[in-house]
């Protein structure tokens, strides 16, 4: 199975104003981080583009025309293409435009490395600058829930430094309602131990699942011993594993083996407690 990305254009043209389509299907194999490019005939001519791998920041990979054309003869048309491609007016270029403004599209920048004439195609190895979107990896990005704790700090601190800046005006000046306002500011109710945890969170390429409507119903927890206990079993729902919290460590996940060795302490205790009893 292959997961399409995109879709870009590949154009020619013979003239100025006489441009023809092959649309393009950018796709990536599910377990691979090979990519290639396939196309549908269009005017009897198949393009495709197999193995695209990146190298040293260059997206290399071979493209092939499968000639089956009725207004030229093979020869005629592996004779054209090949000069097109010496010219250079064959242009890959992402969809948003193909006919009328094909001049003004940003193309990406590839030339050819090698050529393989054979009796009914040519395979073109090209190399091209990684496109900028599609393929470039997802980046890691902070979690969500920082920005909100973030917003709630820099809400305290202009109320704090405006004592005529009621919340009514401030929610205004921000273009949220005092609803949303009153439930940003409660996740500064939150213990610091918890606080300091969102904000060290690292940058990551998924969703966190902690958020702000959960850590809101911690928040309204007076007691801030109960809060951590029920954050670290927030952690555990949502993260996986069996977190706690030390003092002076803060927040951690367990390993198999120091719940193993903790379990087996308790049981332990457990029967020299009962061993007592039966004294």
Same mark, same amino acid.
Request: aromatic share 6%; charged share 30%; glycine share 4%.
């Given at each position: 199975?292959?997961?399409?990305?995109?879709?870009?254009?590949?154009?020619?043209?013979?003239?100025?104003?006489?441009?023809?389509?092959?649309?393009?299907?950018?796709?990536?194999?599910?377990?691979?981080?090979?990519?290639?490019?396939?196309?549908?005939?269009?005017?009897?001519?198949?393009?495709?583009?197999?193995?695209?791998?990146?190298?040293?920041?260059?997206?290399?990979?071979?493209?092939?025309?499968?000639?089956?054309?009725?207004?030229?003869?093979?020869? !005629?048309?592996? @004779?054209?293409?090949?000069?097109?491609?010496?010219?250079?007016?064959?242009?890959?270029?992402?969809?948003?435009?193909?006919?009328?403004?094909?001049?003004?599209?940003?193309?990406?920048?590839?030339?050819?490395?090698?050529?393989? *004439?054979?009796?009914?195609?040519?395979?073109?190895?090209?190399?091209?600058?990684? &496109?900028? @979107?599609?393929?470039? &990896?997802?980046?890691?990005? &902070?979690?969500?829930?920082?920005?909100?704790?973030?917003?709630?700090?820099? +809400?305290?601190?202009? $109320?704090?430094?405006?004592? %005529?800046? #009621?919340?009514?005006? $401030?929610?205004? !000046?921000?273009?949220?309602?005092?609803? *949303? +306002?009153?439930?940003?500011?409660?996740?500064? %109710? +939150?213990?610091? !131990?918890?606080?300091?945890?969102?904000?060290?969170?690292?940058?990551?390429?998924?969703?966190?699942?902690? #958020?702000?409507?959960?850590?809101?119903?911690?928040?309204?927890?007076?007691?801030? %011993? *109960?809060?951590?206990?029920?954050?670290?079993?927030?952690?555990?729902?949502?993260?996986?594993?069996?977190?706690?919290?030390?003092?002076?460590?803060?927040?951690?996940? $367990? *390993?198999?083996?120091?719940?193993?060795? !903790?379990?087996?302490?308790?049981?332990? @205790? #457990?029967?020299?407690?009962?061993?007592?009893?039966?004294?």
């Amino acid at each position: 199975m292959a997961t399409i990305l995109s879709e870009a254009i590949l154009l020619w043209r013979e003239n100025l104003y006489d441009w023809y389509n092959v649309r393009i299907l950018l796709c990536r194999r599910r377990k691979s981080n090979i990519l290639f490019l396939q196309t549908v005939p269009t005017n009897g001519l198949t393009a495709t583009v197999e193995k695209m791998t990146k190298e040293e920041g260059k997206m290399v990979g071979k493209l092939k025309y499968l000639i089956n054309a009725d207004e030229m003869t093979p020869e !005629e048309r592996l @004779e054209r293409i090949t000069q097109l491609m010496a010219q250079g007016v064959l242009r890959l270029i992402w969809e948003g435009g193909t006919t009328k403004n094909a001049e003004a599209e940003q193309p990406c920048k590839w030339k050819v490395v090698q050529v393989e *004439e054979h009796s009914n195609c040519l395979d073109f190895k090209i190399q091209m600058d990684a &496109p900028r @979107e599609n393929l470039t &990896p997802i980046q890691p990005k &902070p979690p969500r829930i920082q920005k909100y704790l973030k917003q709630a700090q820099e +809400l305290s601190r202009r $109320l704090e430094e405006d004592p %005529h800046l #009621t919340k009514s005006a $401030l929610a205004k !000046e921000i273009g949220i309602s005092r609803f *949303e +306002l009153r439930h940003n500011l409660r996740l500064l %109710h +939150l213990a610091p !131990e918890i606080q300091k945890f969102i904000m060290d969170l690292p940058p990551s390429k998924k969703d966190y699942p902690i #958020t702000k409507r959960k850590l809101r119903k911690i928040s309204m927890i007076f007691n801030h %011993h *109960e809060q951590k206990d029920r954050f670290c079993e927030l952690l555990s729902q949502t993260m996986g594993g069996n977190w706690i919290y030390e003092i002076g460590k803060g927040f951690k996940l $367990l *390993e198999k083996n120091t719940i193993k060795n !903790e379990v087996q302490a308790k049981c332990q @205790e #457990t029967q020299i407690i009962f061993a007592d009893t039966q004294k």
